[in-house]
């Protein structure tokens, strides 16, 4: 199927920037919509931006006016942009990308990458 390798969390002080990176592999015909998501210490995974196929986002609303995603078509790739961080943006950052592959539609996670936000 679609394999996904994120990349870019890490270790950031208050108010400072990571740039999120999920690329996607595999027997792809087309990928429709992409988006991350977070999961934070006992708390559910909640959707954090989406982007579909024709370029139109949408943001959790904790997130909007600070993140930004955007994706490559011709790379296969989707990136969140995290500006003027904050201790509560603290969690695993997964990537999900719905695809159309030869048996139809499924979609794919990504192995989680941790974003910490500390001083």
Same mark, same amino acid.
């Given at each position: 199927?679609?394999?996904?390798?994120? /990349?870019?969390?890490?270790?950031?002080?208050?108010?400072? /920037?990571?740039?999120?990176?999920?690329?996607?592999?595999?027997?792809?015909?087309?990928?429709?919509?992409?988006?991350?998501?977070?999961?934070?210490?006992?708390?559910?995974?909640?959707?954090?931006?989406?982007?579909?196929?024709?370029? /139109?986002?949408?943001?959790?609303?904790? @997130?909007?006016?600070?993140?930004?995603? /955007?994706?490559?078509?011709?790379?296969?790739? @989707?990136?969140?942009?995290?500006?003027?961080?904050?201790?509560?943006?603290?969690? @695993?950052?997964?990537?999900? @990308?719905?695809?159309?592959?030869?048996?139809?539609?499924?979609?794919?996670?990504?192995?989680?990458?941790?974003?910490?936000?500390?001083?």
């Amino acid at each position: 199927q679609v394999q996904l390798v994120e /990349s870019g969390g890490g270790l950031v002080q208050p108010g400072g /920037s990571l740039r999120l990176s999920c690329a996607a592999s595999g027997n792809i015909i087309s990928i429709n919509d992409m988006g991350w998501y977070r999961q934070a210490p006992g708390k559910e995974r909640e959707l954090v931006a989406e982007i579909t196929s024709g370029g /139109s986002t949408n943001y959790v609303d904790s @997130v909007k006016g600070r993140f930004t995603i /955007s994706r490559d078509n011709a790379k296969n790739r @989707v990136y969140l942009q995290m500006n003027s961080l904050k201790p509560e943006d603290t969690a @695993v950052y997964y990537c999900n @990308v719905k695809f159309t592959y030869y048996r139809g539609s499924d979609f794919s996670w990504g192995q989680g990458t941790q974003v910490t936000v500390s001083s």
